[in-house]
């Protein structure tokens, strides 16, 4: 039994019989196959019923491991991680960078895959860029020859500038009219010219006498035609009443603004204009100010006039709240004038007589508020 016994191999003696020769034949095992490379589970000792006469020891038997698992070739190389992940922030800027270099690569490539709309694309921006600098080029040949310009006539016309200077200086009139006359001269002659101001400054041009006339000129001038337009109006009976009369408020709204300016100008330019001996006779209430108020009287008689006539006419197709709104369009336009010019001439009170005469017995209040204009 002892040799039977001792010629009796274990099962797990040739398990690792086995695990050895594998180890000899493939000494070289990766490491993931190391790892799938189980463990054998502990063997299960199974022991037999003791006999009654003799004690036999059986042997162990033990689970038979599972075989190993055959080698598998060696894999490729894992790939690289991805990249992290950009921020928002150089995603927004990432596009523009992209752009500017990549711009002029696809101009390139694409002017190298079609070279004639390229040239065609070429030929479309090159006539702005001409254009520019044509237009540069042409501005400084302007400025130079405009500085050229004022050079030759500082050195050229030295003469007559200096005989302009002593006849503003020596420039006294009495009459605002011979100042209006020489302002209108002194510009004629200053326009030959090429810059008044930037020759000018190069002489000893006496700036303030010259702008105190000329300012003076241009005032007389623009209240003179005023009165000259409101003096030669005349009511065109085949205009509509309601063109006609707004005709003529606006002719007093421009008198009155007239006045107000030419007030204020008084009150701040008539002593330096007296240094500057330019006459102010004009300027004082007795002078334009007194001609536009008289003009103005003209305008109230016949506003009431064609008042008049539209109320005849809006009676007879018997329209009373017509009467009533041409009665106190009336009334408020000669209380204007009233305020503005003062009292009112003999043929205005004539023609609100004729208007009293128009109105119903009813519109008794309008009687009288007309009536009180009239009288004051």
Known sequence: KRESSGEYQ????????????????????????????????????????????????????????????????SLPPLPPPPPPPRFPAKAATTPKAHSLVVGPVQSYQEKKKDPPVAAAAWNQ?????????????????????????????VETKGEFINSLIHRVLAAAYTDIEEVLKFVDWLDNELSSLADERAVLKHFKWPERKADAMREAAIEYRDLKLLEMEISSFEDDTSNPCGVALKRMAGLLDKS?????????????VIRSYQECKIP??????????????????????????RVGTELQLVRSLDKESAQEALLLQGMHFANRAHQFAGDLDSETLCAFEEIKECIPGHLVGSKELLAGISSA
Do not use: C
């Open 10 to 73: 274990s099962p797990k003696f040739k398990d690792i019989q086995k695990l050895i020769a594998n180890k000899l034949e493939h000494p070289k095992v990766t490491r993931g196959e190391a790892r799938t490379v189980k463990v054998p589970p502990r063997p299960t000792a199974s022991l037999a019923p003791k006999d009654a006469n003799h004690q036999t020891i059986t042997p162990i038997t033990y689970s038979q491991p599972p075989p190993p698992p055959p080698l598998l070739p």
């Open 280 to 305: 102010v006779d004009w300027m004082l209430d007795s002078g334009m100010v007194y001609k536009i108020k008289q003009a103005s009287m003209k305008l109230v008689t016949m506003y009431i006039k």
């Open 125 to 153: 921006k090159k006539p702005t860029v001409i254009s520019v600098h044509s237009s540069i080029v042409g501005e400084i040949q302007n400025r130079s020859a405009h500085l050229l310009a004022i050079k030759a006539d």
């Open 256 to 268: 009155e603004r007239s006045i107000q300016r030419l007030i204020k100008l008084r009150n701040s």
